[in-house]
């Protein structure tokens, strides 16, 4: 094993360079990983804590930034949150509708889903006043989607930009129960939506054009929610003002962190590596469904239930890829693995199209224009949609100097390219890692056999 081709350096302004130089002699990615926990999951588990009653025990939490801003957000309204580890997070829940009015603005940080999910809560906490706001990206991202519903409520919510954008001010209020049809495919404005619905008076619907992450739905059932979920009519119904209380949650390993091993196991010749504890919800599972149309070796191994969810080992082969068409239902199953399953087409024999991804261009970054302009500096031959992208594969990469724009999918999907690309690769802003997957860097300096 050699670390010397892959290296993080620090800079002066405490920005991090990923270079990865693979070397002449080629490598492989061998051995056993351990991915870090859910970290849709960890959101969620650290939002039904706080407003349970009773204790709340989290197991496998992800220690990144984004659940690091859940969590700082409800302890500055009153949750008293233990230490965050791996092992045993402890919440001591408020009770539903016993937020405080926090002293100072909340800072959602880089995550959407921290800032669309409370804001759920936020409003219908009555006669109380919140302001909340994010990073550089989290405030160019669009808040109408949850605004709109929320207001039909009756909900008094004021931002930038027509209502639309955070910083965001908020003025509890009681709120009305409601039938909403997303235009959507989005777990984040359906959970919005549903936390929302929890202090109302009778049924509220959410009904949505595809059926995203169902991880709310889920654990709100576990914690005592009166919810009702129809796959077909791809509909939730949940009766308001019951009570939440505190339950024990493990948190499985989470599968978009999991993608990068599968792409690169899937194109580094050599390579066999497994990868533990992956939760395999069938709403998460589209990154495993495009990888097998383009034929890849993973096999699933160990398939169990681990609390509400259920989990599995992943074993990669390494495999000789072929492009295919990714679209339709499938997109919000595996909306934020879309980047790096872009790498994978870079490397599979002929054509990939990817399509019906708009969303891609409000995440972190415009991550449809970042891997374009990223991948094809690298000399790949790929063409943006406006909702996708399209592939040509099998060309060799060459290294190149790269930017993560910030956004930590992207700084990974990068390093996966870099493997399977000819001379020095740098990626810039490479610790937008710590987002979701701090432990990024080192994993990959194990897993890689000289
Ligand atoms: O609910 C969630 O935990 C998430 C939902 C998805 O976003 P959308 O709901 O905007 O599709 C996803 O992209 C995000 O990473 C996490
Ligand atoms: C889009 C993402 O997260 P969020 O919307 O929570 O910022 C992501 O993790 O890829």
Redesign the pocket.
């Known amino acids: 094993m050699s670390l010397s081709f892959i290296t993080l350096e620090t800079k002066e302004n405490f920005s991090q360079d990923l270079i990865i130089q693979k070397p002449p002699s080629g490598i492989s990615l061998q051995g056993v990983i351990q991915i870090p926990g859910d970290?849709?999951i960890s959101?969620r588990a650290l939002i039904l804590g706080s407003i349970a009653y009773g204790e709340t025990e989290i197991q496998g939490l992800l220690l990144g930034e984004?659940p690091y801003s859940t969590a700082s957000c409800f302890q500055a309204m009153g949750a008293k949150i233990s230490e965050l580890n791996t092992i045993s997070v402890r919440i001591k829940g408020i009770g539903l509708g016993n937020l405080r009015e926090p002293v100072d603005v909340l800072n959602a940080g880089?995550?959407?889903?921290?800032l669309?999910l409370i804001l759920g809560l936020l409003a219908s906490h009555s006669d109380k006043f919140f302001t909340v706001t994010g990073d550089t990206s989290?405030r160019a991202?669009p808040m109408s989607r949850v605004i709109q519903p929320l207001q039909q409520m009756g909900a008094e919510i004021w931002g930038r930009g027509e209502n639309s954008l955070a910083p965001l001010a908020v003025r509890g209020k009681s709120l009305t129960s409601i039938c909403y049809h997303s235009p959507i495919a989005s777990a984040?404005v359906k959970s919005c939506i549903l936390l929302a619905s929890l202090m109302t008076e009778g049924k509220t619907i959410v009904t949505e054009p595809a059926l995203s992450r169902d991880h709310s739905e889920r654990m709100l059932k576990a914690f005592g929610a009166e919810l009702t979920v129809d796959p077909e009519a791809r509909s939730v119904t949940l009766n308001g003002r019951t009570r939440l209380y505190g339950q024990k949650v493990i948190v499985p390993g989470d599968i978009?962190s999991a993608a990068f091993w599968l792409v690169a196991g899937s194109i580094v010749p050599g390579s066999d590596i497994l990868i533990k504890n992956v939760g395999v919800n069938p709403t998460r599972t589209g990154v495993l469904e495009a990888l097998e149309m383009m034929e890849a070796k993973i096999t699933r191994e160990n398939e169990r239930e681990v609390g509400e969810e259920p989990v599995a080992d992943l074993r990669v082969f390494h495999s000789h890829l072929k492009g295919c068409v990714i679209a339709g239902d499938m997109i919000p199953r595996l909306?934020?693995e879309i980047p790096v399953l872009a790498v994978a087409a870079v490397f599979a024999k002929g054509k990939t199209v990817i399509k019906d991804a708009y969303e891609l261009r409000v995440?972190?970054s415009d991550r449809i224009m970042v891997m374009v302009k990223e991948l094809k500096q690298m000399g790949a031959k790929i063409t943006e949609l406006d909702d996708g992208m399209e592939i040509t594969g099998g060309i060799p990469l060459r290294g190149a100097d790269l930017d993560s724009y910030t956004?930590?999918?992207i700084t990974m999907s990068l390093a996966v390219a870099a493997l399977n690309a000819k001379g020095r690769t740098t990626i810039h802003r490479a610790e937008a890692t710590n987002?979701?997957y701090p432990d990024f860097v080192s994993t990959l300096q194990q897993v890689v056999i000289q």
Do not use: A, P, V, Y
């Open positions: 970290k849709s959101h984004d880089n995550s959407g889903t921290t669309r989290l991202r984040q978009s909306i934020d995440k972190e956004d930590h999918r987002i979701s």
